[in-house]
């Protein structure tokens, strides 16, 4: 399953399969990245990072791709678990040197048994 | 380790009233944000201090919220008098260096204003 980040904030996929969340961000200076994972009645965790000379980073069960043409950031879990049902945040670091992040819209992501 | 603390996980309170949120940060955090989240939207910034200095509120939405930082430690957010739109889950986070993992977020508190 995919979403397109702001304009579907909401994704269903079944257990096993695999899942795409993307995310647009809005500052071309940016060049550090976070995805974050918040569950109901929980602060937002932190899940993988990435910064703007890298394509891609892999953690465990987690990828994320960065295209900085298009500002665009994935993240994508793969073999979903009931336990990665939560609302996905990206979030940006702009520009160099601030300690502020900007957060998306955020994705909820439902995994069907 | 302890994490981001604060209290208290929920408040519900009448249009007009005030209230104070409360954090503690990861000791030895310097630096300690607040953001909003409201309805169900991203999460907003509202504003970081560096140790006891304001360093950025420029997501303050207006002069009925204040927030302090007593001695570098614990943070406070006010909002007097309270209105219905500023209801919505109130977080609390640190960090000592941004760029290398981002924040600890606490659990939040979320506010209701009837």
């Known amino acids: 399953g995919e979403s397109v980040g702001l304009h579907l904030p909401t994704l269903s996929v079944q257990e096993g399969d695999n899942s795409i969340i993307n995310c647009a961000y809005s500052n071309s200076a940016s060049d550090y990245f976070i995805w974050y994972k918040q569950e109901s009645g929980k602060g937002p965790q932190f899940i993988i990072d990435i910064r703007s000379n890298m394509d891609k980073r892999q953690g465990q069960r987690v990828t994320v791709l960065l295209n900085k043409t298009v500002k665009h950031l994935s993240l994508q879990i793969a073999a979903t678990q009931p336990g990665d049902s939560a609302v996905y945040f990206c979030a940006e670091n702009p520009p160099p040197g601030a300690q502020k992040l900007v957060f998306g819209q955020g994705t909820r992501l439902t995994i069907n048994p | 380790e302890a994490g981001v603390t604060q209290f208290p996980s929920h408040s519900v309170i009448e249009k007009g009233q005030t209230v104070t949120l409360r954090c503690d940060p990861i000791?030895?955090?310097?630096?300690l944000y607040w953001y909003r989240r409201v309805m169900g939207k991203e999460i907003k910034f509202l504003l970081h201090f560096v140790k006891e200095s304001k360093q950025d509120e420029s997501g303050m939405p207006n002069n009925r919220f204040l927030a302090e930082r007593t001695g570098g430690t614990y943070s406070t957010l006010k909002v007097q008098p309270a209105e219905l739109e500023d209801s919505g889950v109130y977080f609390c986070?640190?960090?000592?260096?941004?760029?290398?993992?981002?924040?600890?977020f606490g659990s939040g508190t979320r506010l209701t204003v009837v």
């Open positions: 000791s030895g955090h310097d630096n």
């Open positions: 986070a640190s960090s000592q260096d941004v760029r290398v993992g981002g924040y600890t």
